[in-house]
């Protein structure tokens, strides 16, 4: 069974930051890409950050230049430091990823979610 865990998540003043981290665990026998999206109450799920087991990265066009998705690929883990953060930026943020296991082949997964909320 493969588990996604998020944690970072809390609530910081404009102009603040936060960094979220996310660790991938279970059978895993390769992965794909890994990455976070976010919703706001009312919004649609968005791309926030994804980066492919190679380093190809892309980003949601609001957060290009304040946040910068990384990962330790030997603990199967993702981070994304958050900067110069704005009210805008306050929702659930979940990390996803696409990864192979040997019983399921290649499948999506999404953690839980982690709150993020920035004051004014």
């Known amino acids: 069974q493969v588990q996604l865990v998020e944690s970072g998540g809390g609530l910081v003043q404009a102009g603040g930051s936060l960094r979220l981290s996310c660790v991938a665990s279970?059978?895993?026998?390769?992965?794909?890409?890994m990455g976070w999206y976010r919703q706001a109450p009312g919004t649609q799920r968005e791309l926030v950050a994804a980066?492919?087991?190679?380093?190809?990265?892309n980003y949601g066009d609001s957060v290009k230049g304040r946040f910068t998705i990384s990962t330790d690929n030997t603990k199967n883990t993702v981070y994304l430091p958050m900067n110069s953060l704005t009210p805008a930026d306050t929702a659930v943020y979940y990390c996803?990823?696409?990864?192979?296991?040997?019983?399921?082949?290649?499948?999506?997964?999404w953690g839980q979610g982690t709150q993020v909320t920035v004051s004014s």
């Open positions: 996803a990823a696409s990864l192979s296991t040997a019983r399921y082949g290649k499948s999506g997964y």
């Open positions: 279970g059978s895993i026998f390769s992965i794909n890409t």
């Open positions: 980066i492919t087991s190679i380093g190809n990265t």
